[in-house]
């Protein structure tokens, strides 16, 4: 029944349907299609979807093999029609003008403000010009009169910057020519007024206007203009309410989600010419998030690796910014690669990339990316990047027959000779040369063609045209878009990226020569501002943001989202104009008033485009409660319940028999010697067995992430190097005693400047930092060395030396931090630690931290003591256990361990070591038996830290838990509420 289901939706998807219902919406527009005369009628509809829709079911009702179109725009393309048409009938001064786009107008904009004397400093050039670009926008939609916009903005004292740069941007579009789409519907119709044959522009006798909210003062003059002309203007409605208004309270947006796509999809395979729309007021900023929900209810194949991405059977009408999607964004890094300075991630990015070179070395860069990483450095110049590189190749090259030879060197080899007379050069050139015939030299030479290209081109400057070549030429370098065949969707990107390759060689009349860095920036922001928008097959369910529902026609619609936080929406007036002036003409977005009118009015439509309304809000949206909004309180609340998805992935397990088989154990360790890794193998396998062989056996390391400052580890590194230094100076605890508080201070300060000569050499580390770094580490020594007089004398016998002793037959190389031999000769063993660790973490069968455990063993019938030397940042103290506790203050005795710490542990000392050795034999004997078990001691703790997710798949499992707590949680808030 299940792939019955999957089957019927495929073939609806992936086959043109006919979607004509006799709804009372069909009904009506087949009466108005029959009354419609072609040759002299216009439909004009708010944008383009809505009159897509009404060409495509005109077309839809013709049983004629041939027929016409129905004559069906959006305002604003029928707009520029006319005028594009002016152009080549009239003689009109602007007959000749460059039309701005949306990129275009901006760019002069941020230009205006740059150089305007009167822009004020720290401002937000590239904002602030959007900002005025939308403000010159609403000047001449709302026709508002300059002296107007002057006076209102006098009267409250506001100095108006914008007319400023408004006259400079009027006097730039002045000079070179240039208009916006915001003047041609007030200029179109002074041009038409000239004109002796209004005839020849073919305007319709009539015209129907559909599925408009409002109307612009400048679009209604325009039309008043027509009507005047003797163009009949009449406003198309159809008589279509709902039968069922309904509303639905989730508690959470995941819970909502959920229901909404199995819903939808329940819809279509009970009928698949079904019309369903599913509405979502912020679909633009939740794209991400719908479209990942609703692929995997209807595109669940999705899931295979292997399978070529293609558009998604259903319609999802926001774009995502061309920018964002694999293959530009690897372009992108790509041409980004020139600087002095380039942020790891960028290589990163691009070693990884299936889009730059051969697909063939991806595995071998996938170990690069590794070395990349391992090198702890957040930059590096392209050089020190090709170094790492040209190293690695050299590494993995055959041994070459003389010692101590570049292996990639021949004295005998013929030089290049553009390059004689330098002899550096030349080696280098013939260096890349032995490079190139290795078998894995494809992303090496491209990274040396790419270098040749960079070091021509950066300092540079073209015009924008110009530089479209050498971005060409410079991906051509890199292999991109890679050595395989793309799919359906990255060929529709690649299409749109070259679309906006053009619209960048377009800004040659905007912009004077630039250089490489200003080029890459534009044409960033190109990309950026372009959205991609798959081209999808016919499809019943269509997802839309709120205007672009309003006035399309559905058997079902449900509208996501509408909580009292979301509709109506906050007023964002222009920050440009003054706010008086703005809500004096109401102008958008103006008013809370006038936000609340036009959400009124938009759901007032939207009840009258479906059979059925569905409205959902949430209860709880991150940390905030919310209520339904007061638009949809009157609409009918209902209960709602739905199926729990199903993945795919239960779906394809379930269909088939499986037998069930668990192998917990992984081969026995034969040869002893590769075994690497000391007391962190024991406390691995404690902590979870699976851990301990994937790490230490199969090798598998997490890849190291980059940061600012000093990670955990590298601080905590750096407090052992130093504690190391101090005490090959004291030696022991009467030289301590015998140091002044100033030669103490002296012998801190010389051992962390010694410590962190190694740290120096980091970008990170500048003087504020290292100074910052000197003064904490400082406060913690002196802390805890006046701690450390307190003790009864002994002296330092082992500090930071190294150990080897055997397990069960398993050598484990130990490295103490510290072993003091008392006055009677016994040993206490100390383990520094900078975070929290406990008396407890030693006991058990799987003890948390066994390096103490492992020490005090390795010494056992000396040892009498054993503590954790915390030196965190507000806890500086001692934490173990002695036979005498006046050893060192805050020691507890054998006799009170039970009592007040565990009662997993022994109550003599002796036993307490036997016990350790015991637990720690059985976790070596374990590992060499190659136990594998997936058993995380706590999965809370255990599994938080730990790389290995996606090799052990247990957090699939916890993932499941913590959502299901997370959804028990929010019920609950809701249900307070």
């Given at each position: ?6 089957q ?29 005369t072609?040759?002299d ?9 809505l009159?897509?829709?009404f060409?495509?079911?005109?077309a ?55 150089d ?19 403000a ?10 300059r ?43 002074q ?31 325009l039309?008043?203009?027509f ?31 959920a229901a ?9 395979i009970e ?24 692929t ?97 190749l ?64 950066k300092?540079a ?40 390759l ?12 630039i ?49 009292d ?39 007032q ?9 569905i ?5 709880v ?150 100074a910052?770094?000197?003064?904490r ?5 002196l ?59 030693w ?40 036979e ?9 005795s ?29 976790l ?54």
């Amino acid at each position: 029944m299940i792939l019955d289901c999957l089957q019927r939706l495929s073939y609806c998807f992936q086959n043109k349907v006919n979607l004509v219902l006799k709804t009372p919406f069909d009904e009506q527009l087949i009466e108005f299609f029959a009354e419609f005369t072609l040759d002299d009628s216009l439909v004009l509809t708010p944008n383009k979807r809505l009159s897509r829709f009404f060409t495509e079911r005109y077309a839809s009702i013709q049983t004629a093999t041939a027929f016409k179109s129905l004559p069906c725009l959006a305002i604003q393309t029928w707009i520029h029609q006319i005028w594009s048409n002016l152009e080549f009938i009239d003689n009109h001064p602007l007959a000749t003008s460059t039309i701005l786009s949306n990129f275009q107008e901006n760019l002069l904009w941020e230009k205006i403000l740059t150089d305007h004397p009167e822009t004020p400093p720290l401002i937000n050039l590239r904002a602030t010009a959007t900002q005025a670009r939308d403000a010159w926008r609403l000047i001449h939609e709302w026709e508002l009169d300059r002296q107007e916009l002057t006076q209102s903005a006098k009267a409250i004292n506001d100095p108006f910057i914008f007319n400023a740069w408004r006259d400079e941007f009027e006097k730039n579009c002045k000079q070179s020519q240039y208009l916006t789409a915001a003047e041609i519907p007030g200029l179109l119709a002074q041009r038409i007024r000239l004109m002796t044959n209004v005839s020849i522009l073919n305007l319709p006798k009539n015209i129907y206007l559909y599925g408009f909210d409002e109307l612009t003062p400048t679009i209604k003059s325009l039309l008043k203009f027509f009507e005047l002309i003797g163009i009949q203007i009449s406003n198309l409605e159809f008589d279509v309410k709902s039968h069922s208004v309904q509303r639905v309270e989730f508690s959470n947006e995941q819970e909502e989600l959920a229901a909404v796509t199995s819903w939808a999809k329940q819809k279509i395979i009970e009928n698949s010419n079904v019309r369903i729309g599913v509405v979502v007021p912020d679909l633009k900023a939740q794209r991400s998030r719908v479209e990942h929900a609703f692929t995997q209810e209807f595109e669940p194949q999705y899931i295979f690796p292997d399978r070529a991405q293609h558009a998604t059977g259903f319609n999802i009408s926001a774009g995502q910014p061309l920018s964002q999607v694999p293959i530009v964004s690897a372009g992108l890094t790509a041409l980004g690669c020139y600087a002095e300075r380039i942020e790891v991630f960028q290589f990163s990015a691009l070693l990884r990339s299936p889009f730059i070179g051969a697909n063939k070395d991806l595995a071998i860069r996938a170990l690069w990316d590794l070395a990349l990483h391992n090198l702890g450095e957040l930059e590096l110049s392209f050089q020190q990047f090709k170094t790492l590189i040209s190293e690695s190749l050299a590494k993995h090259r055959p041994h070459h027959s003389r010692e101590n030879e570049n292996p990639f060197l021949d004295d005998n080899e013929q030089l290049d000779p553009r390059l004689r007379g330098d002899e550096d050069a030349a080696r280098k050139s013939v260096r890349e040369k032995k490079i190139e015939e290795n078998d894995h030299s494809d992303f090496y030479l491209r990274l040396t063609q790419y270098d040749l290209l960079r070091k021509q081109t950066k300092n540079a400057k073209h015009y924008p045209s110009e530089w479209v070549n050498i971005f060409i030429e410079t991906l051509n370098a890199w292999g991109w878009p890679g050595d395989r065949q793309l799919d359906t969707l990255e060929y529709q990107q690649l299409q749109s990226w070259q679309e906006t390759l053009d619209e960048f060689s377009g800004l040659d009349y905007l912009l004077e020569k630039i250089n490489y860095s200003t080029a890459i920036d534009l044409f960033t922001l190109a990309l950026q501002q372009t959205d991609f928008h798959a081209q999808t097959t016919d499809s019943p369910l269509q997802i839309l943001g709120l205007l672009e529902a309003a006035g399309l026609p559905f058997d079902y619609l449900w509208i996501i989202g509408l909580d009292d936080d979301t509709w109506p929406p906050v007023a964002k007036p222009n920050p440009l104009l003054p706010l008086t002036l703005q809500r004096k003409l109401n102008l958008p977005q103006s008013s809370p008033e006038r936000e609340f009118h036009f959400s009124k009015n938009l759901t007032q439509r939207l009840t009258q485009s479906s059979v059925t309304l569905i409205a959902s809000s949430v209860q709880v949206k991150g940390d905030k409660r919310l209520s339904a909004s007061p638009l949809i309180n009157q609409f009918t609340l209902i209960n709602f319940t739905h199926k729990t998805q199903t993945l795919f992935e239960q779906l394809l397990f379930q269909s088939q028999t499986y037998e069930t088989y668990q192998d917990f154990n992984g081969p026995n360790v034969i040869n002893l010697d590769s075994i690497r890794g000391g007391s962190q193998i024991l406390k691995s396998q404690a902590t979870c067995p699976f851990q301990a062989f994937a790490r230490y056996r199969l090798h598998a390391e997490e890849i190291p992430i980059p940061g600012i400052g000093l990670s955990a580890q590298e601080r905590g590194n750096l407090l052992h190097k130093v504690m190391e230094i101090i005490w090959k100076e004291l030696k022991n605890h009467s030289r301590l005693i015998e140091l002044t508080s100033d030669s103490l201070l002296d012998l801190i300060d010389q051992s962390i400047s010694k410590a962190l000569q190694d740290i120096i050499q980091k970008p990170i580390a500048g003087k504020r930092f290292l100074a910052i770094e000197k003064k904490r580490l400082t406060l913690q020594i002196l802390e805890w060395l006046q701690l450390e007089k307190q003790r009864q004398p002994f002296k330092v016998l082992f500090n930071e030396s190294r150990k080897t002793i055997t397990l069960n037959n398993m050598p484990i190389h130990i490295r103490y931090d510290r072993v003091d031999q008392l006055e009677d000769g016994s040993l206490f063993v100390l383990d520094y630690k900078t975070g929290k660790a406990e008396i407890n973490d030693w006991a058990s069968d799987r003890p948390n931290e066994p390096q103490v455990p492992l020490y005090a063993i390795a010494n056992k019938e000396k040892v009498s003591g054993a503590a954790f030397g915390l030196l965190s940042e507000n806890n500086i103290r001692f934490n173990g256990v002695a036979e005498d506790k006046e050893i060192a203050p805050g020691l507890t005795s054998i006799d009170k361990l039970r009592w007040e710490f565990t009662d997993n542990l022994p109550m003599n000392w002796s036993n307490i070591l036997e016990h350790w050795e015991n637990v720690l034999s059985k976790l070596a004997s374990k590992f060499l038996e190659g136990f594998a078990k997936v058993d995380p001691k706590n999965p809370n703790t255990s599994c938080r830290y730990c790389q290995l997710h996606s090799l052990c798949r247990i957090r699939e499992q916890l993932d499941l838990e913590i959502e299901t707590e997370a959804e028990e949680l929010s019920g609950n808030l809701a249900n307070a509420k």
